[in-house]
Structure formats: C-alpha cells, structure tokens
C-alpha cells in the first residue's frame, strides 16, 4: 500500500521559511503605513503651525488610467508654505516629514528658523527651493544647505549671510536662481558665485558691490537676470554684462548713465528694464526704442520726470510700464494713449488720483493694475470698473472703503484683487467674496 504525504508537510520541513515570510509582509505592511501616514502627520502639523502644502500636477492632460505610467518625480510639485509663522529650528527637527514629498519649495520667510534648524533639511534629496528671507540665518547655516543635491532657488534677503557664506554655495551643481538683496554680500563673494555653472537669476539689489565684482560673473553662460538696482556699479561694468547675451532682465545700478543705457542696448534679447535709482534721465529714455525686444520698463527717481514718458512711445513692443515716486502725477498718464499693447501698469507711491482714473478707464489693453500706496479713493474705483480686461487689481495701503464694494462687484473678469490695508470692513469683503467667486481675495 503506498504511503500517503500528509498535507502541507512542508511547512514542518520549512519553518525558517514561513518566519521569514511573515516578517518580510510584516516589514512591508510597515514600511508602507509609515510611507502613507509620514507625509499625513507632517502635513496636520504644517497646518497647525499656520502654514500650508499645495500641490500641482503637470501631468494633468493624462488620461486617469495612464497615470500610472506617468513619471510622477516629475510632474507633482510640493509647495510647503510656512512664511510667517512661528516656526522654529524645534519644529524642523520634530517634523521630517516633508523627506516624502516630491520636488519641494521650502518657504520658511520671516520664521524664527536659525542656522541649527537648517541642519534639519541637510541632505534632502527632494527640496528644490528653499526661502530663508527675513530669518537669522547666517554663514553657518549654508553649510546644510550645500548638501542639497537638486537644490535650485535660495532666497537669502535680508539675512546675515555674508562672503565667507557664498564660499559654501561654490560649485552649487543645480542652483540657479539665488536672491541676496539687502545683506552684507561685497565683490569678494562674487568669485564664489562665478563657479556656479547654472547661474540664471541673481539678485544683488542694496549690496555693496562694484564694476569690480562684475568681472567674476562675466563667464556664467546661462545668466538671464540681474538685479543691480542701489548698488555702486556703473558704467565701467558695461563690457562684462554685455557679455551676459541670454540676459532679459536687468535693474541698473546707481552710477549707470545715459550713455551706459545706450551702449547695453546692444544686449539682443532683454525684455525687462529696471531704472529706478540710477543716473538715467529723460533724454536718456530716447535709447529705450534700441532694445529689439523690450517690453516692460521701471523708471523712479530723482532724474526722472513725466516729461521724459512721451520717449515711451517709440518702444511698439512695450506691455508693461512701473512708474514708481511721488513725481508721477495723473498728468503721467496722458500719455498711455500711445501705448496701444499696454496690458500692465503699476503705480506705487504715486500722486495719481481719482482723476488720473478716469483716464486709465480709456486704456481697455490693460489686465493688470498696481496702485499700492495710491491717492485713490472710491470714486476712483468706480472708474476701473469699466475696463473690461481687467483680472488683477492692486489697491493695498490705499483710502479705499466699502463704499467701493458695489464698483468691485461690477469686475466680473476679476481673478484677484488685493485689499491689504484699506478701511474695507469684514462685511464688505465677505460681499465681495459672493459677488466674485471666482475672484481671490487678498485682505
């Protein structure tokens, strides 16, 4: 009689086997609960703290059932916005979650974050920007920073961050967008910056750098943008920006005259002017019409008047024009009329008033509008009401009040409007938000 095997004898001939199985499924079980609740907590605490996490899909045009064959590393960003609170280096330490979010912008502005909390992001492999503006951070804390493989935009402004710190950002594979306006940076830390391969977008504005520092950014080939607004250079540094031929964004510095602004106008490809501050005057501004492809100027300060914007004209490119200063008057925009692609226009700090409104209401180009720090009231208002294309509207620090919310409910094409500072009462924005849904509020 043959003998029979008993059922499933071999798991009494295996028993290793089966112990390992279960503790690889209990590992897994694990590892996949800390991967689902890691980003959970970090998000609750993110939002405790008085901050937010927004994502944005790219890949949103694929069809749900290819999704996942979509390289997700690559189409999901994570902002994690925690400006203003009362963060802490305590904080960044306890909650690291953010390690499983993917392609992260770090905003951390005006935190009580320290050099010790920024050892906490050290070695992140996901964080693509980081904005420290307006924190403690010093030298020290650059070194953390520096062991961020993919990190892309640092936002230094108004820190403690000096030369000896750059020299930890020398080399920075990936970094290209690096703001260090109104800190202590000389020409001394602009040799660490030349060895930055990817260099695009800087910003220099209120340091105290030279003609001399120029030199040391002459040869980064992807420079873009360069912000030189209040700094000492001039016209003596004309010869290496030129060199910048990819250049679309430049703000002059305070010794840059009108024969400077002639000579760069032989950069090919710059879009964006800033000559608020430099030595730049209203005969000047007869050079802009050079510049092949100009299309948005800023002029402010002491040289130049509303009698130098009739040189506006000959630039047929031009959509957008900052005026910034009390020197500008409702008399300054008499002259958009010559403007015909108009579609932005800021105006902060100016004289304009209510009846510089009613002629803004004829420029039915315009889109966005800037009145930070204006003389207009509620009257004025009413008068941009009627532009038809209007979809942002800025009025902060402004005598607007809630007389003004029947004229806002009017801009149905409206898809933001910013209030900050105005006498509008919490009644009147809780109308507004119904009359304009699809409107963002600022207040």
Avoid at 135 to 160: E, I, Q, Y
Avoid at 295 to 308: C, K, N, P, Y
């Amino acid at each position: 009689m043959q003998d029979k095997t008993p059922r499933h004898s071999w798991l009494r001939r295996h028993p290793y086997l089966i112990t390992a199985t279960i503790v690889l499924l209990f590992v897994l079980v694990a590892w996949g609960w800390i991967w689902i609740t890691g980003p959970r907590r970090f998000i609750a605490a993110v939002e405790q703290a008085g901050g937010t996490v927004q994502f944005q899909e790219f890949n949103t045009t694929v069809p749900l059932w290819a999704r996942a064959f979509v390289n997700r590393e690559n189409s999901v960003f994570t902002t994690i916005d925690l400006s203003g609170s009362q963060v802490d280096d305590n904080w960044l330490r306890r909650n690291q979650g953010f390690r499983k979010l993917l392609n992260v912008t770090f905003d951390l502005k005006k935190t009580n974050v320290t050099d010790v909390g920024l050892a906490a992001l050290a070695g992140a492999e996901n964080v693509d920007d980081v904005m420290l503006v307006e924190t403690a951070v010093t030298d020290a804390g650059l070194v953390h920073l520096r062991t961020m493989p993919r990190l892309n935009r640092l936002a230094l402004s108004k820190t403690g961050v000096t030369d000896a710190g750059l020299a930890h950002l020398s080399g920075a594979p990936r970094l290209q967008w690096l703001w260090l306006d109104d800190t202590r940076v000389t020409d001394a830390g602009l040799v660490h910056l030349g060895t930055i391969p990817y260099m695009g977008i800087l910003d220099l504005q209120r340091t105290a750098v030279t003609d001399a520092g120029m030199k040391h950014l002459a040869n980064l080939p992807q420079m873009m943008a360069l912000m030189l607004n209040e700094t000492e250079v001039g016209d003596a540094a004309i010869a290496d920006i030129l060199k910048h031929k990819d250049l679309h964004t430049l703000g002059l510095g305070r010794n840059m005259t009108d024969d400077g602004l002639q000579k760069l106008t032989a950069l090919p490809n710059l879009v964006h002017l800033k000559l608020q501050h430099s030595r730049v005057t209203d005969a000047g501004l007869q050079h802009l019409s050079a510049f092949p492809k100009l299309a948005h100027v800023e002029l402010g300060g002491d040289l130049i008047t509303e009698q130098g914007l009739t040189n506006l004209a000959e630039i047929n490119s031009l959509n957008g024009l900052y005026l910034h200063g009390p020197q500008f008057t409702d008399a300054a925009l008499e002259t958009l009329d010559s403007l015909p692609s108009l579609k932005l226009l800021v105006l902060n700090n100016t004289s304009v008033t209510d009846a510089g409104m009613k002629v803004l209401a004829s420029e039915t180009t315009l889109t966005w509008v800037n009145l930070k720090k204006s003389l207009v009231t509620d009257d004025g208002v009413e008068h941009l009401a009627t532009l038809p294309k209007l979809q942002v509207l800025y009025l902060e620090d402004s005598p607007i009040t809630d007389a003004a919310v029947p004229y806002f409910s009017r801009m149905r094409s409206l898809a933001a409007l910013h209030l900050r500072e105005t006498q509008i009462s919490a009644a009147g924005i809780e109308t507004l938000r119904r009359e304009l849904p699809g409107c963002e509020i600022h207040y």
